[in-house]
């Protein structure tokens, strides 16, 4: 190759002949970043957290692959503060959130403010926490912060406007009640959570909603739409800096409260006290087969929450024994195993189909693979070994919708601790498979459930199923051994 063209290839100019040779500037090296060697390291590089005087929490998140910005409030709040008079009153608050407030004392007035910043809104209610949260551009991140500052802290609850919302909250129950599986899960709900059925139920109770005030959203916002129970999420294509300053700006005046759970705290929940059934008719297809039990708190048990959600991945394999004894079988159309982590006691439950020409074999055989979930040989090494990094993996993803991933932060900031979900997967990589055996034994082996079975009249009539069939309790007049 000539000297032209190898300098031109490598982008160097060539000099002349005879011309005294330049020293060539050098690029600087480029930086090189060493992965860190946890998790937890990987998050610190991009999550950061500031907490205000007045005890509101700020998290702010980069990721400037897009020209976007995310503002997201997360509330203490949720189902597990009502009580049966409240039943569903989380919800009709966060139905009441992107109203009238005192900067724009028309809900007109929010709809255009919101098509001025280029905004998309939502929130949405669970047992733990209520959310809400825009995306707009990043150039507009501050207008987007003081917006959500303006709905937060001034909403004015007009009694025309929670008249429409109502009945669109109302809607929503006329539609989930319209589910065949909506009494199922309603009526074992109440026998898993024995009186505190209103601290699980979001939807809520369709008489109180209909009766709901101004004055009960008032109560609810003092009570627990405060600073110092709540965290401000900032992330996408925004810099700490100008997300802690217009963070600054927008609640920093805003008054410390008492805190809510001090003066009425939330109750412990009852354990169960024995096997329960739910049989439930409609006019479906298969059968469907819910077994739920209660399982650990986040808060007084994190250790068995990391066990907890190692072991479903494991019996959700595949290649599991679990799976083969139940899928690979015939006996199921499919199986799978579920913990909800929440901080007032999350439900573990076991969810499948079948026929009901195979259902009682199919929950013998379930009934053996539970017994077995203590066991040495439930999960094996390698299962163990797939399972977490398959977990980190999917973390990694997770981190790429950014928008997506300020809820996740946003829910276990709310459920457990920004600390607890930094070390998540860390904690998790930790697992073996003794925590494992400990944590089925702890909650799962031999503990009281609830069966639940989703079943038509007639196959229902046709097999002759019982409650007692589901609980192990002899049937009223049948012979015992």
């Known amino acids: 190759m000539a000297a032209s063209a190898m300098a031109a290839s490598v982008g160097v100019t060539p000099r002349p002949s005879g011309a005294q040779q330049q020293p060539v500037p050098r690029r600087p090296a480029p930086q090189r970043t060493t992965r860190p060697a946890t998790e937890r390291g990987v998050l610190e590089q991009s999550i950061h957290r500031r907490v205000l005087d ?7 998140l ?7 910005a ?3 409030i997360d509330v203490k709040n949720g189902s597990f503060t009502q009580t049966p008079a409240t039943e569903g009153l989380a919800h009709m608050y966060e139905h009441m959130f992107f109203q009238a407030n005192a900067t724009y004392p028309e809900g007109q007035l929010f709809a255009e403010r919101a098509n001025e910043l280029g905004a998309v809104y939502n929130g949405t209610t669970e047992e733990e926490r209520v959310n809400y949260y825009v995306t707009l551009p990043s150039d507009q991140l501050s207008g987007g912060v003081h917006f959500m500052a303006a709905a937060l802290r001034g909403p004015l609850f007009k009694s025309e406007e929670l008249a429409r919302e109502k009945e669109v909250v109302l809607g929503e129950y006329d539609r989930q009640e319209a589910s065949p599986a909506f009494t199922l899960t309603r009526e074992m709900g109440q026998k898993l959570w024995p009186g505190n059925w209103s601290r699980k139920n979001v939807i809520g109770d369709r008489t109180v909603v209909r009766n709901v005030t101004p004055e009960q959203m008032r109560a609810i916002q003092q009570a627990y739409y405060v600073p110092n129970n709540a965290a401000l999420l900032i992330t996408g294509d925004v810099t700490p800096a100008a997300a802690f300053a217009v963070a600054d700006s927008a609640f920093g005046d805003w008054a410390r409260a008492p805190d809510p759970f001090a003066a009425n705290p939330i109750p412990p929940i009852p354990p169960l006290a024995h096997n329960e059934a739910v049989i439930s008719e409609a006019d479906v297809g298969a059968v469907t087969v819910l077994v739920q039990w209660q399982g650990p708190s986040v808060r007084a048990d994190p250790d068995a929450t990391y066990a907890a959600d190692v072991f479903s991945d494991t019996m959700n394999e595949p290649g599991s ?3 083969r004894a139940l899928v690979d079988s015939g ?11 929440l901080d007032h006691v999350g439900p573990i439950t076991i969810s499948g189909q079948t026929t009901a020409d195979k259902l009682r074999p199919a929950l013998a055989a379930l009934d053996r693979e539970i017994t077995r979930f203590d066991s040495a040989s439930a999960v094996t090494p390698e299962q163990l070994a797939e399972v977490k990094t398959s977990r980190e993996v999917s973390s990694a993803f997770g981190r790429e919708r950014t928008t997506t991933y300020t809820h996740t932060i946003g829910f276990w900031w709310s459920v457990a601790s920004l600390e607890y979900y930094m070390g998540y997967v860390d904690h998790m990589a930790t697992r073996t498979t003794a925590d494992l055996q400990g944590y089925a034994r702890k909650y799962i082996v031999g503990k009281p459930h609830v069966t639940g079975v989703l079943i038509s009249p007639a196959d229902r009539q046709s097999i002759g199923l019982t409650e007692a069939d589901l609980t192990g309790a002899p049937t009223p007049g049948a012979p015992t051994q």
Not at 62 to 68: A, D, F, I, R, S
């Open 70 to 72: 995310t503002v997201e």
């Open 331 to 341: 006996l199921w159309q499919g199986v799978l195993v579920n913990y909800y982590t």
């Open 54 to 60: 007045n005890g509101l929490e700020v998290i702010v």
């Open 321 to 323: 024994r679990f799976q």
């Open 62 to 68: 980069e990721n400037h692959g897009v020209p976007l």
